[in-house]
């Protein structure tokens, strides 16, 4: 029969050891696991990154209009006013809907207007968080919307 002491100092070697184990098995299980897999905010981080000034001015010229771009949710989807003093026919631009959670729901749709709103369909959305950016232009006017909604 073998005869193992175990005093204090082994039972504090062995509590290391099995702390050590846990938190090692958490990190290679989250370096591995695909369900804990997130993607980049964007692929063209820096490209992005140096047009942030214009983005900037854009949203300077968002801040001084009379009227701002509203967003209401509706039994059909997300409904975008443009300001009404515009004329429709000189509004171009894109509506970017981004799903940080998931990058296969992210999509665009170009800006095209026969009164002063744009639907966004209900089915293109999922419940929960969203970002949206809208980048339009009037006559020679660039403008920015951003916001985080959750739908």
Known sequence: MINIKFNWGTGIVIAFIAFISFILYFVINMGINKKYSYDLVTENYYELELEYQNDINKEKNAHTLKNNLNYTKTTEGLLIEFPKDFDV???????????????????????????????????????????????????????LFKKKITY
């Open 89 to 143: 026919k000189k509004i171009t631009g894109k509506v970017f809907l981004y799903r940080p959670s998931n990058k296969q729901l992210d999509f665009e749709t170009p800006i095209s207007l026969s009164n002063h709103t744009l639907l966004i369909p209900d089915k293109r959305l999922l419940d929960g968080r969203w970002n949206i950016r809208i980048d339009w232009k009037y006559n020679d006017s660039l403008y």
